[in-house]
């Protein structure tokens, strides 16, 4: 989960894709403790969560556009997306898969979080909405041989355990011509003063704790394991923080939250 107090903060990030490299799952018990803590939050609009729910209509308009452009869908019609499938990893309380469901797409979201998938499970009941929801691992879907249109990890990688091995099990998850969204925290002195200490303790817009800076990824480190997973990295993008309006804007600016897209070849 990401976010930043500042004018200059952004929102909330080969060879060889068929075999994932040696290394640790991505769960760590620590993260899934934490989140669970807070899962019954996930939609109150002022709760924990207040910054996904802040910045959440500026990530799905450059999801939607990414996969509009990818897919040569009109965003326009009603269900622009129907006959796609989509998952979305970490997917938490369902802030993504919802609107995505309602775009047309086939939603999996899966989560390592119990309670995160009830919760979700149930507010996507409540809202009509026919979403595949399951405990579990971008591991172990590859390990079922599941690929996906589209694969979201937004505000996920700096949770995980190991991070090449999470972006490549990821970046295995795409289908032939499919893509992948990302968003994520860069590792930078800005991240530091605004994302960790300014949102955690000055704002208090996150509970403390909620990241750990060592954790933080740069874009290059970002893109060079969704390359190694056999993926292009086609854009890579800031949000800014306006204080004086409290709006999110997509920018140049990487220093604190980014976003990546990447596809893979037909």
Known sequence: MSASPSSNASASPGSGADAAPPGPGSVLDSEVAKFAAM??????????????????????AF????????????????????????LDIGCGGGLLCEPMARLGFQVTGIDATEKNIRIASIHAEGSGLPIDYRVGTAEALVAEGRRFDVVLTMEVVEHVADVDSFLHSCATLVAPGGLLVGATLNRTLKSLALAKIG??????????GTHEWRKFVRPADFAAGLRAG???????????????????????DLDVNYLV??????
């Open 39 to 60: 899962a019954d939050t996930w939609w109150d609009p002022d709760g924990p969560f207040k910054p996904l729910h802040t910045f959440n209509p500026k990530r799905l």
């Open 63 to 86: 999801i939607r556009d990414q996969a509009a452009a990818r897919f040569g869908r009109d965003i326009n019609q009603r269900a622009p997306f129907a006959g796609l499938t989509l």
């Open 199 to 208: 949102a955690e303790y000055v704002l208090r817009w996150l509970p403390k």
């Open 261 to 266: 897209a990447a596809r893979r070849a037909a």
């Open 230 to 252: 056999g993926l292009s990295v086609e854009a890579l993008v800031g949000m800014t923080f306006n204080p004086l309006s409290g709006e999110w804007s997509l920018s140049r």
